[in-house]
């Protein structure tokens, strides 16, 4: 059973970089599309993007000037950055594997981790 | 992007009723359309892909329907452990949106 675990600082200054990674374990990171979900505390979801194993991303055009997304298959592993933080980008942040074509089917999460973007 | 809509955007019914949660994009999505529940405190989980196919290990008194713009949920027998909201995506081209929710509640 794949499973995914999210890890990175919980607080973040504003103007700096969130960075998070996430852990996949229980399955090979070398196949279907590596994503993250984030969720502002209350709200609703918002897809950010994805990476393929081969290493090819999609980003989501309201993201994609802040957004890089990188994958480490020696360490079955995959990261997020979003650059210039504010209050806005405080969320839940989720890793999730997409399955199918552009990793349409979020079928594993992690348990997801707060970031709160705060002085 | 495609805008999702959800309704009702909560409700309350008791146990064993019917329950339908209606979703709607705003643009032709054929059947590219999934539908998650998000227990409090837990990440969302996949109930029901391709509009009607329900994800392997889902209970069956869930379902979904619908195609184009009109989609719905279904739980023909609500239990206590439902307690959650529902989320709608589409998946008809990039970036996936999701819907506002639905949070179902026991009465």
């Known amino acids: 059973q794949v499973q995914l675990q999210e890890s990175g600082p919980g607080l973040v200054k504003p103007s700096e970089t969130l960075s998070l990674t996430c852990n996949v374990s229980?399955?090979?990171?070398?196949?279907?599309?590596w994503t993250w979900i984030r969720q502002p505390p209350g709200k609703g979801l918002q897809w950010i993007g994805y990476?393929?194993?081969?290493?090819?991303?999609n980003y989501n055009p309201s993201l994609k000037s802040r957004v890089t997304i990188s994958v480490d298959t020696s360490k079955n592993q995959f990261s997020l950055r979003l650059s210039s933080v504010t209050a806005a980008d405080t969320a839940v942040y989720y890793c999730?594997?997409?399955?199918?074509?552009?990793?349409?089917?979020?079928?594993?999460w992690g348990q997801g981790t707060l970031v709160t973007v705060a002085s | 992007d495609i805008q999702m809509t959800q309704s009702p955007s909560s409700l309350s019914a008791s146990v064993g009723d019917r329950v339908t949660i209606t979703c709607q994009a705003s643009?032709?999505?054929?059947?590219?359309l999934n539908w998650y529940q998000q227990k409090p405190g837990k990440a969302p989980k996949l109930l029901i892909y391709d509009a009607s196919y329900l994800e392997t290990g889902v209970p069956s008194r869930f379902s979904g329907g619908g195609s184009g713009t009109d989609f719905t949920f279904t739980i023909s027998g609500l239990q206590p452990e439902d307690i959650a909201t529902y989320y709608c995506q589409h998946y008809d081209i990039l970036p996936y949106t999701f819907g506002p929710g639905t949070k179902v509640d026991i009465k």
């Open positions: 229980g399955g090979s990171i070398s196949s279907n599309y």
């Open positions: 999730v594997r997409g399955r199918g074509g552009d990793g349409y089917n979020l079928d594993h």
């Open positions: 643009q032709d999505i054929r059947n590219y």
């Open positions: 990476i393929y194993s081969s290493g090819s991303t």
